[in-house]
């Protein structure tokens, strides 16, 4: 993710001003009459206008909003449930002067219903996030939606994004900024729209205006949509220092913007509040483990006893709430918590540890451009190793220790290492593969079959998680063949509880069968559809893993038959290595073998390769509908 960076020395004075002339209440004969959004037919909704406009006084900046939304069908509807999120810790962040109200317009005449005060109500997230939640009433379609607020907040160094591309398309969107001339701000422009219009262009009334933004709603496979859509960003560079006194005297400019050294040494200051408290964790070790224990064992322990002794409350933060006693009693804390106390008994069990800062999938990409501590929201545990470093995540709910959570691996984690810092790449440390060996026999009763399948890596993980929410015990194949009505006459599943997050399961299937004049087969018995239906994308396509996928059939072809229809072989691929498929069947006296393999080998595509993506999988369906059929002899 690239930004382009325009560094703006706002002259204007410290007075606020009004936001752009807003017609609360007021909806134009245009926005009445409009029934679909023109560049989006399929919109459900469409936020017909944007406003915002950003003031400071008195040490605080003032952000202005208004927005106003027309519901064009009912599926739209779900649009009329807002969430508006703030920082309410230490009262930093606020929202204030909160109004809404819904226009219905019935034989052209307009009706309004406003929200009372009792209709707004605040939901707290966790220790410092909160957010005010509303519903507007009498909502149907063709109603418009409109809403306004301030936000105030005292954290004047990272602004909140104005972001003007959302889920439903938007017509129009503007934010007009002015800052006082004692301040120094960047704005960092992210988005194709933005670039074009305004890259290198002088913004003299620093007014930035979008039209006809189009909307993701429908797109799928992307983890973090703020990493890809439109926005400015705002990022205070330095300040005025003044001398007090009578006369007040102008100094110099104080820079805010840090270097990653000085963050690493600030931050790595605040962690040694945890990680020097070794006295403590003497006594846990002692309970633990043993003395001859291997480094590989004493991690495997340290790891278990930090994920049965302390539950994760699901807050991810990178800085600690309770101290290590705290965490100890209580037994439960947020993820910064959690991995410090990680880090803290492997460096005391005399394993080299560190803690690395990251931002997971979900929480948005980093960019190495400016040191914003903001970007984070995690952190995990890196130990050196022959190779370089192995990373464990004590939040991870996986037996295997190495194998963090797939929204870990965000590209780049910065290290700490005392009080220095350094950039680090953070992989997928281990394959995800999923092989199939399914067994086709026939005899006198009828049909019978094995099914073998081992999985490994986050192919593994996902099965787990399927077979404990569902409690089940069976395979997905069970009509291989038409007309065949298979049972499941028992299944077993191995190593599922050994922590080398792999494991296999064994199915034996079997069918009374009236063998008829031809047999067909069904390779696609799951009835596999293609995930990729949209007719265009705007962002990358984003995985959770790379895999590999192999299946692998045996049939023995029954005694007085030979193959009537049988498949071609063929092969094909994604551009540049990134995926390819394998079908492949072959005949040798009475056995018929199939080899079929599907890989995805990188987890981020870039949204030029959707058709090709599309394509692939539409390929693959055909392929596996065709019929291998079976004939009897005469």
Known sequence: MRSIVLTICFSFSLLSFSQVPIKWGKPSGKEIDLKICSFDSTAKAVILSENGSIDFSAGNAYIHIYKKIKILNQQGIQFANIEIPYYYKNNLETIVDIEAQTINIENGVISKTELKKSDFYTKIDNSRWSEIRFTFPSVKEGSILEYKYTFITQRITFLDSWIFQHQMPTIYSEIKVRFPSTLKYSILIFGDMLKSKYNGKENIDNLWVLNNIPGYENEKNVFCYEDYVEKLRFQLQSYEVW??????????????????????????????????RTGKVKEVLDTIMNVSDSKEVKIQKIYKFVKSYVAWNKDYYIFSEKSLIELLNSRHGNSAEINLLTCLLLNEAGINAYPVLISTKSHGKITKDYPLLEQFNHIIVA???????????????????????YQDCNYYGFLLDKKNGKWIDVKYQTDSKENRSITCKFDSSGVHLEILNKYSGYCATNRQNILNEQNVRQSETTNLISNAFFKKDSSSIKDQNIGNSSFSECFYYSSKFQFPDKIYFNLNSNDFGNPYKERDRLFPIELDF????????????PKGYTPEILPKNRAFSLPN?????????????????????????????????????????????????????????L
């Open 383 to 405: 130990i050196e190793d022959d190779n370089g470093y192995k990373y464990i995540d004590g939040i991870s709910s996986d037996k295997n220790c190495y194998l963090i959570p």
């Open 546 to 557: 790379p895999f590999s996928k192999q299946i692998r059939y045996s049939i023995i072809i």
């Open 577 to 633: 290595k990134a995926g390819k498929f394998i079908y492949n069947i072959t005949v040798m006296g009475n056995q018929m073998s199939i080899f079929i393999e599907q890989d995805i080998n990188i987890s981020i595509m870039p949204k030029e390769y959707y058709d090709y993506l599309k394509e692939f999988y539409n390929q693959i369906i055909l392929k596996m509908n065709e019929p291998i059929v079976l004939e009897k002899k």
């Open 243 to 276: 001398e007090t006194g009578a006369y007040a005297k102008h100094i110099y400019n104080k820079d805010v913007l840090i270097s990653w050294d000085k963050l690493a040494e600030d931050i790595s200051e605040e962690y040694t509040k945890y990680l020097n």
